[in-house]
Every structure is written in C-alpha cells, then in structure tokens.
C-alpha cells in the first residue's frame, strides 16, 4: 500500500521472508528507526529485491521518480561520503550535535526522515539546469542537421512515407525500376527471368520536381516474378493454342517464391503492377472477342480474348487474380523504347492499353475502376520517364514520419547480399536450365584484423556435370564478384571469396531451402547504406 501527497511520506513495508504481517515506519509516530539507503529506481514497477527489508517511497505530483530504500550498509558508507564532502564529522548531525541513543528513536526518525526529504529535493533539477539540458538538445539537433547537410541530403521536408509493392510477370523490369527509383542497386538483375528469388526492400527518398528536396521515404517491395503455377491447359483458345516451353521446371521453390511473391502484396498502401510493353503489342490482340461471318457476329463470345496467346499466360493468370482479389494497381508499362525503336505509335498504343486494362479489370464492389493510373516508361533508356511515378508518390503516399532511417537503402542481411552478387555473376555466364538449378548460400563470414572480408559460399547443382560446368564459370566470376561486394557490404575493403560446391539433385524441393524464401526477412534484417 503506497499513498500520500506531496507533504506526506507514507512506508509500505516488504518482509521478505514471508512474514504477513507488515511494519510501518510514518513520520509523528513512535517506531523503529529504519535508516535505509535511498536509491533511483528505473522504473515504477515497485520494489527491488534483497537480502534485507526493504521498502518503497511514493510522493505526490512534487517528485515523480520511484525510488527504493534498500541496505543499512549501503545507506552507512553513502552518508559518510556526502557528510565528508560536506565537511561534518562522521555520526553527526547538519548542525554538529551528536546522536541521542535508543531513548531519543522517535527523535531520530523524525530526523532522519527530514534528511531524506531535503535530498530528494535536491534531486530534482532546478530551472536553470533545465534550461542548460535544452540548450543541448538544441545544439544536438543542430548538429544532426548539420550533418545531413553535409551528406548531401535535405530531410528537413520528409513528411510521408508508405510502402509500395512492385508485382509482374518474370523479366518485366520490376528490379530495375526499384533501383532507379532508390538510386543504388538494391536488387541483382540480368536479362533472365526469376532472377529475384526473395523479398527485397529499396527505400528511396523521393522529391516531386528533380530540384527540389525529398519529401517522401517510399519503400518498394521487389518480388519474384508471379507465375502461372497451373498445369492445367487453358480453357480457351481453340486448337491453335499451345503451351510456351519454360526455361526451368517448376518446383517446390518456385511455389514458394510465387507465395512469397503475393504475400509481400498485403498491408501496402499502393500495388504497380510492371507490364512489358514490347510483349503485349507483338503477341496482344491475339484473338477477336466475337467470331464473325462477313459481319455478322456468330457464336460465344471470347473471354479475355486479348490475352490468349500462349506468350501472355503470366500476364492473363496475373490479371485474373488481381481481379479476384479486387486489388487496385498502378500500371508501369515498361520497355515503351522498343515500341518507339519500331516507330510504333506509341500514344495510340498506350490508349489501347489504358482501355483494355479497364475493361479486363473491371470494378471492386463500389464501382470504382481497379485499376487507377497507367504510366508508360522506359526504365533503362529513358530514366526521366519515372518522373510522373515520384510525383504520384510525393502526393499520395500518407503523411507520416519515415518507416526507416532517411540513409538507409534496403534491409537485406549482409550475407544475402554476398550470395547475391555471386548468383548474379554466374546468370551472366551460365546457359539454358543451369541458372535456375544453382544456388549461393553464404556459409562462412570472418573479418581479418586488417578489415579483409572473407567468404565461404556453398554453391548447389543438381548433377557432376553441372558442377564442372560451374567450376570453370566460377573462375571466370570470381574477381568481380569480390569487387561487388567488397563495395557493397566491406566498405570497400578487400574480399576474399572461397567456393565449395555441392551436388544435391533435388535441392529445389528441400523445405530448408524453400523455406528460408518466406522467412528470410522477417527476422532480424541490418540495413544497407550506401558507400
């Protein structure tokens, strides 16, 4: 029980070897003298264990802190201190009387009690320190202004921040237009599809005019490519339909990243979905909604007839389940310089594109069209075309304090960007079906005294012949692969990269390979920052 206001001090006793019944110590009352340590306690939850009783004061609204009374050693070799500092004698009292024995208790504990009010009054900070506390804070704030300046980067503007996940079909552009976006390369790319396997996070600062400061953090969320997982051949198209032959098979993995992939979607505050531009005008259009006979409309009509052809089933499966979902997106139309490279006309094009996707899309519940905006880009060639993009952002995102700190480029763990690098380099020089059945996992991470990183990374094949081949490219990837990602994740200091490679024929399918594609970052993911 712990009470009284701010001239009252009230006990509330703690025995702790298990007695039930309490002791009270209040000032004006005769009881035993418990001259007890007075100590800070960190926070207000009540007592602190010891060996001895002891016992907790509250005041009133005048000394907000809990403190706890603890020791009578302690509470001797502190007041022999204060009182050396002071100047008194030890066992004296402020005015240079001596003790009264066990006859004057209740004198004493009056006085006692007196002292220790007087330096819990001290211990509150008087006007002028908290002036002087201010000041320092605000020359702290200044100098974190100062130093942001100096990085070349205004944050005084940021007020919104939001995430953004970024879906497509494999090879549409999806991790190049998140690194142009963030302005560093957060995401391995190449010109092979699934070459992202994971979640990856790019966090940009974003300004809606080239010369004015960021006043947005967007973080974009780089999945794998959706694809059609089905076996199930589709139900239209006729006998001219037939199936694309992939790359790779699927497997266990690739569902895996399929899932991932549309779990990153959920609890976003926007959806782009990268569309291939090149893609849907050569292959597009592909079968008419309704057969005709010189003009005359004859039998059913063709559902989604624009998206038959064989090379557009991601892109059909896609939009049917966006349309199921009854998701809102945003249409990046990517690749639109292969179009102007064929002197197609290209606005004409983006109209047609803009009126299918309604179509197709349809509404949600309320009416309102799913799909919201639609903006034709280049992302390699024509990098000013993402302008439109920022703005949007700078406008709608909501208005919030940043989701990350404002130097910070993306979260992905040191190790995964290593074994990244790695498998970048070996998509560059490996052919056919051998990029999609190896993988890097960073098995080894240990720093010399001299700052030299060194890396031992498990690399997985299915057969011996894969591994020979791999062997050689290894060789050939080694030395940029260790510049990479000594500028990446070593801050430029030297890497020394070791390869073990291992034959494991169905890795693909292993839970504890699969596994670690949904889980890899919702555990403990450290943030990247540019070098």
């Known amino acids: 029980a712990i009470g009284g206001g701010a001239s009252s001090l009230t006990f509330a006793a703690w025995n702790p070897s298990g007695s039930e019944r309490p002791r009270f110590a209040v000032p004006g009352r005769s009881a035993r003298p418990a001259p007890y340590r007075l100590s800070h306690s960190e926070g207000a939850s009540g ?6 009783p002891a016992f907790a004061l509250c005041f009133g609204a005048a000394l907000s802190p809990a403190f706890v009374v603890a020791g009578r050693r302690a509470e001797r070799r502190r007041r022999s201190a204060l009182q050396a500092a002071k100047g008194r004698p030890r066992g004296g009292r402020p005015d240079g009387r001596p003790r009264q024995g ?34 320092e804070e605000a020359e702290a704030t200044v100098g974190e202004e100062e130093d942001d300046a100096g990085s070349g980067v205004d944050t005084r503007f940021l007020e919104r921040s939001g995430q953004v996940c970024v879906l497509g079909v494999p090879n549409s552009g999806k991790s190049s237009l998140i690194n142009e976006l963030v302005g560093v390369k957060v995401s391995i790319v190449s010109p092979k599809p699934q070459t992202t396997r994971q979640r990856v996070l790019g966090l940009a600062l974003l300004s809606p005019r080239p010369d004015s400061p960021p006043t947005t953090q967007a973080v974009f969320v780089d999945t794998a490519g959706i694809m059609q997982l089905s076996r199930d051949p589709p139900e239209t198209g006729g006998q001219y339909k037939r199936k694309v032959k992939r790359a790779f098979n699927l497997n266990k993995l690739h569902k ?83 179009l102007e490279e064929a002197e ?48 949007w952002l700078c406008e709608n995102l909501p208005i919030q304090a940043p989701c990350f700190p404002v130097a910070a480029v993306s979260d992905m763990p040191a190790r995964v960007v290593a074994s990244e690098v790695t498998r970048e380099k070996l998509f560059g020089v490996l052919r056919d079906e051998l990029p999609y059945v190896t993988a890097v996992i960073n098995e080894v991470w240990r720093e010399k005294e001299d700052g030299t990183l060194v890396l031992g990374q498990k690399v997985l094949v299915q057969t011996d012949n894969q591994e020979r081949i791999v062997r050689g490219c290894l ?57």
């Open 102 to 135: 066990p006859s004057g208790s209740s004198r004493d504990s009056q006085d006692e009690v007196q002292d220790m009010l007087r330096e819990l009054r001290a211990l509150q900070q008087s006007p002028e320190e908290d002036e002087a506390q201010e000041a």
């Open 475 to 531: 060789r050939k990837i080694t030395e940029e692969a260790e510049q990479e990602i000594s500028q990446s994740v070593n801050f430029g200091r030297p890497v020394q990269l070791h390869f073990a490679i291992k034959v494991e024929p169905r890795w693909q399918d292993n839970a504890a390979y699969y596994n670690d594609l949904q889980g890899l970052l919702q555990g403990n993911p450290s943030l990247i920052y540019p070098v």
């Open 47 to 52: 007592l602190r264990e010891s060996r001895g």
């Open 344 to 391: 197609v006309d290209t606005a004409e094009f983006v109209i047609t594109m803009r009126e299918r996707l309604m179509e197709d899309l349809g509404t949600d519940e309320e009416g309102v069209p799913l799909l919201e905006n639609l903006w034709p880009t280049s992302v390699l060639c024509n990098p000013g075309s993402l302008l439109p993009i920022r703005k």
């Open 256 to 338: 895996a990243m399929v899932k991932t992939a549309w779990k990153a979607s959920r609890h976003v505050d926007a959806t782009f979905w990268v569309l291939d531009a090149a893609k849907c005008h050569e292959y597009g259009d592909f079968m008419p909604e309704v057969a005709t006979l010189d003009g005359v409309p004859i039998g059913p009509t063709v559902r989604e007839g624009w998206w038959l052809h064989p090379e557009l089933e991601e892109e059909l499966g896609f939009l049917r389940r966006i349309k199921k979902m009854k998701r809102h997106v945003h249409v990046v139309l990517n690749k639109m310089d292969i």
